[in-house]
């Protein structure tokens, strides 16, 4: 099967110990079978109508072509650079109200697919973007450079594309930060002494010593804090 509408709401983690490394997809409503029962590759379909969500979906979703392996890739790919740039350039553009939006973001897409850098182009000249971790934008690039060489029936190479992201074997037995177990936190890993009165202080020493023994107890008081 493919997806069709992969993006960040489709993704969860697992609960407990057992699965809280694993991420997983969820949600198949517009999912199909790209094989026929004979193990081929289904034919590609012309005329196809938009599938999947404006912001993930590859320009071939705007194109009006039938979708495969490779348009599953290139949305996971943009989820992926705003995971980590924390945008995408087209992500202004989509404005269902506004009449031809779809037309813009799918040029702005094809200008990408053509030059990966703009992927990143407005990432890049934010001041932050000093400490970027220039082998995962690179990375990043080749990916976009391999799935621009796939056809409809293309297979991917699963492994190439985790040999750039880095997730050889072993890779991911690290523990996720997801996966750590939270420190005991204090009132004053919020607040700064510099602000607080002397029995303000007082206050919260007597807070950080009583009920705010974990976590959860002081995000709780914290909230109520600055509420």
């Known amino acids: 099967?493919?997806?069709?509408?992969v993006k960040p709401s489709n993704f969860c983690t697992g609960f407990g110990e057992a699965e809280k490394q694993q991420c997983f997809l969820i949600d198949f409503g517009l999912a199909r079978k790209f094989k026929s029962?004979?193990?081929?590759?289904?034919?590609?379909?012309?005329?196809?109508?938009?599938?999947?969500?404006?912001?993930?979906?590859?320009?071939?979703?705007?194109?009006?072509?039938?979708?495969?392996?490779?348009?599953?890739?290139?949305?996971?790919?943009?989820?992926?650079?705003?995971?980590?740039?924390?945008e995408l350039p087209w992500r202004q553009l989509i404005n269902e109200k506004a009449p031809?939006?779809?037309?813009?973001?799918?040029?702005?897409?094809m200008r990408c697919r053509a030059d990966p850098s703009g992927l990143f182009r407005s990432f890049m000249e934010q001041p932050a973007s000093q400490a970027v971790d220039m082998q995962l934008i690179d990375a990043f690039k080749k990916i976009s450079e391999y799935l621009s060489t796939l056809a409809f029936e293309s297979e991917p190479d699963y492994h190439l594309i985790m040999e750039l992201l880095g997730l050889s074997d072993g890779a991911m037995e690290k523990t996720l930060d997801w996966a750590?177990?939270?420190?005991?936190?204090?009132?004053?890993?919020?607040?700064?002494?510099?602000?607080?009165?002397?029995?303000?202080?007082?206050?919260?020493?007597?807070?950080?010593?009583?009920a705010a023994s974990t976590a959860l107890g002081v995000r709780k008081m914290?909230?109520?804090?600055?509420a």
């Not at 993930?56 to 979703?61: D, F, I, L, T, W």
């Not at 914290?222 to 600055?226: I, N």
């Open 37 to 86: 029962e004979d193990g081929t590759h289904i034919p590609a379909r012309s005329k196809c109508e938009f599938r999947g969500s404006p912001a993930y979906a590859s320009v071939n979703a705007y194109t009006g072509d039938d979708l495969s392996r490779r348009d599953d890739l290139w949305s996971l790919l943009y989820v992926l650079v705003e995971a980590y740039t924390g």
């Open 100 to 109: 031809g939006y779809r037309d813009q973001v799918r040029d702005e897409k």
């Open 1 to 5: 099967y493919i997806h069709r509408d």
């Open 222 to 226: 914290v909230l109520e804090l600055f």
């Open 180 to 210: 750590i177990p939270p420190r005991k936190l204090a009132i004053r890993d919020f607040v700064d002494d510099k602000h607080l009165s002397t029995a303000l202080r007082d206050a919260v020493d007597m807070l950080d010593a009583n």
